[in-house]
């Protein structure tokens, strides 16, 4: 009797745990997306220009260059298309010029594919802001 009060009690705090990181877990943030068709041209739209030194190469370091008006800091998370790709996430550094630089290597897909996404997380003085940008790295 006593081992069932026990394993009633354990499955009540677990399922009360569960709820609760259920109730407080961070919403999925709601992501602009930016067409982009050439981003060594660069890619954007009035509030936000992201530019690349050349064109992305698998496991070759390129310089992604963004303009924005107003930032505090820049994120920027990389993942394939429908595949996630681990921890592929830099912090761009503010420029003399105002611009935020960083210098980014995309890694190797075993699946071989080249089409990716680009989640860019802005903190601003009125919130975070979020962007998303879909290009193609040559293997």
């Not at 081992?3 to 609760?20: C, F, N, S």
């Not at 930032?71 to 830099?90: E, H, I, S, T, W």
Request: proline content about 4%.
């Amino acid at each position: 009797m006593m081992r069932l009060r026990h394993a009633g009690m354990v499955l009540l705090l677990t399922l009360i745990a569960i709820g609760g990181w259920w109730l407080l877990k961070p919403a999925i943030p709601a992501f602009e997306e930016l067409a982009c068709a050439d981003i060594v041209r660069g890619c954007g739209n009035a509030g936000i220009f992201v530019q690349a030194d050349q064109a992305p190469r698998v496991m070759q370091p390129f310089e992604l260059r963004i303009k924005v008006g107003e930032a505090q800091a820049v994120l920027a998370k990389f993942d394939m298309r429908d595949m996630q790709m681990g921890l592929n996430q830099y912090r761009f550094v503010r420029q003399q010029d105002g611009d935020w630089l960083a210098k980014v290597t995309l890694p190797v897909c075993m699946s071989g594919q080249s089409d990716w996404l680009m989640n860019l997380e802005l903190d601003t003085a009125s919130g975070k802001r979020f962007y998303q940008l879909g290009f193609t790295a040559n293997p």
